[in-house]
C-alpha cells in the first residue's frame, strides 16, 4: 500500500489572500524523486494523483493508494508515466516497456499493479477515468510536435504531446511536454486559463543553481511561486499558468477535467494581466 499527501482545492479568492508559504503549501510540490521510493501527491482538483518513482537497484511496485478507495490505483483510473532519467523498465498488464528518456507510457484502466525498474526517473500522473483504452508506449518521434513562439520575444519551443487525441487514445488524461530552445525562457505566454480542467507542471532539464518563476492566479491577481528542478506545481482551473527561467528548462504538462480538447483555453491578454 502506498499512501499520498492530500492537497485540498481552494477558490481564488482565498488563494490571494495567502502568503509564499501558504501558497506553496497548496500548489507546490517538491521531493517527489527520492532513490528507492514512489512518492505521490493526491489532489482534488480533478483528482489527479502526481508521483515520482526512482527503482534505483531495486524493483518498485504501485498498487493500491488509499485516497482512491479502490483495491488497485487502476481500478478506476488510468496513467501517463514519463522518464525523465536514464533507460529504464515499466512493467504492466503482464508487459514490460523499455523506457528511453523523454518517452511516456500511456497505462489503460483496470491494468493492475505497476512495475518501475531500472536507472528511470519515473514521473507519473494519474486521473480518473470511466473507460478503458489500451496501454501504449509512445516514442519521441510518435509525438505530435508543435513548434511555437519567437527568439525575439524569448519563448521559441516545441510541445511534444504524447498522449493526446491526434496520438494515442485516453479517457480524460491529456500529456506531453514542452522544450524551449537556448535562449528561450518564458512558457506559456500570453498566458490562459482553462475553467473546465486543471493542468500539472513538472519542470525538468534545469541546472540545480537556476530557477524558473511560475505564474499563478487569477489574470487580475497573479502571484509567483520560485521552481527548482524536478519541482511540480498544480495549477487550479481558475489559474493562468505561466513563467520565465533563469536559464533554458522543459516541463511536463498534464491536464484532466471535462475534456481534451488541447486548444480550449481563455486566452488571458497581456496588457489585463496584473
Not at 500500500?1 to 481564488?12: L, S
Not at 501558497?23 to 521510493?37: N, Q, V
Request: charged fraction near 20%; charge should be negative.
Amino acid at each position: 500500500m502506498r499512501d499520498a499527501e492530500t492537497r485540498y482545492a481552494i477558490d481564488p479568492a482565498t488563494a490571494k489572500t495567502l502568503d509564499t508559504e501558504q501558497l506553496r503549501s497548496h500548489f507546490h510540490i517538491g521531493g517527489l524523486f527520492a532513490e528507492g521510493e514512489i512518492k505521490m501527491v493526491y489532489s482534488h482538483y480533478d483528482r489527479l494523483i502526481l508521483g515520482g518513482a526512482v527503482p534505483g537497484a531495486g524493483t518498485l511496485t504501485l498498487d493500491q493508494v488509499p485516497q482512491t478507495g479502490t483495491a488497485n490505483i487502476l481500478e478506476r483510473r488510468e496513467m501517463g508515466v514519463l522518464n525523465i532519467g536514464e533507460a529504464g523498465e515499466v512493467k504492466v498488464g503482464g508487459q514490460s516497456y523499455s523506457l528511453a528518456r523523454g518517452e511516456i507510457l500511456y497505462i489503460g484502466m483496470g491494468s493492475g499493479a505497476v512495475e518501475f525498474s531500472g536507472a528511470g526517473r519515473f514521473y507519473i500522473l494519474s486521473a480518473p477515468a470511466h473507460r478503458a483504452c489500451p496501454t501504449k508506449l509512445i516514442r519521441l518521434e510518435d509525438a505530435k510536435q508543435v513548434p511555437l513562439g519567437a527568439k525575439e520575444q524569448a519563448n521559441e519551443r516545441v510541445i511534444y504531446q504524447f498522449i493526446h487525441p491526434d496520438v494515442v487514445e485516453s479517457c480524460q488524461l491529456v500529456m506531453g511536454y514542452t522544450q524551449l530552445a537556448t535562449g528561450s525562457v518564458w512558457n506559456t505566454m500570453p498566458a490562459h486559463t482553462h475553467d473546465r480542467r486543471m493542468e500539472a507542471y513538472l519542470y525538468f532539464d534545469l541546472s540545480d543553481d537556476q530557477k524558473v518563476f511560475h505564474l499563478m492566479g487569477e489574470p487580475t491577481q497573479t502571484r509567483h511561486l520560485v521552481m527548482g528542478n524536478e519541482e511540480a506545481v498544480i495549477s487550479p482551473p481558475w489559474s493562468i499558468h505561466s513563467g520565465a527561467g533563469t536559464a533554458t528548462y522543459s516541463f511536463c504538462w498534464a491536464m484532466a477535467g471535462d475534456n481534451v480538447d488541447f486548444t480550449d483555453m481563455d486566452m488571458a491578454a497581456l496588457g489585463d494581466l496584473r
